[in-house]
């Protein structure tokens, strides 16, 4: 089982960048693919952004390619979301998740562990 802390969100206007962060705790951090997905208000949670285990493939909902960047240190057991010239669009609760299949694909129900999210809200 794997514990996960997302830190980094808030708040940031348009144009602006951010850096989301998701620690996990184990040591088996290597073993899970991982994701993030996020939740804007009214809405259903939807993917962002994921890696495999190595880090070697990436992959991104055509929303924010070519603006986020999502990256892995399996030494330090983290994931991160680099999120450039955000939108008001991108306000939403960001949720780290790892699934212990490794890259499964986007689907919600395939992914094993989450964490409690963290708020990021872009404005205008």
């Known amino acids: 089982q794997v514990q996960l802390v997302e830190s980094g969100g808030g708040l940031v206007q348009a144009g602006g960048s951010l850096r989301l962060s998701c620690a996990a705790s184990g040591r088996t951090f290597g073993q899970y693919a991982m994701a993030w997905f996020r939740q804007a208000p009214g809405k259903g949670r939807e993917f962002v952004a994921g890696i495999n285990r190595s880090g070697g493939s990436t992959y991104y909902a055509d929303s924010v390619k070519g603006r986020f960047t999502i990256s892995r240190d399996n030494a330090k057991s983290t994931v991160s979301l680099q999120m450039n010239s955000l939108k008001p669009d991108d306000t939403a609760v960001y949720y780290c998740?790892?699934?212990?299949?490794?890259?499964?694909?986007?689907?919600?129900?395939?992914?094993?562990?989450w964490g409690q999210g963290t708020q990021v809200t872009v404005s205008s």
């Open positions: 998740a790892a699934d212990r299949a490794g890259w499964s694909g986007r689907t919600i129900t395939l992914w094993d562990y």
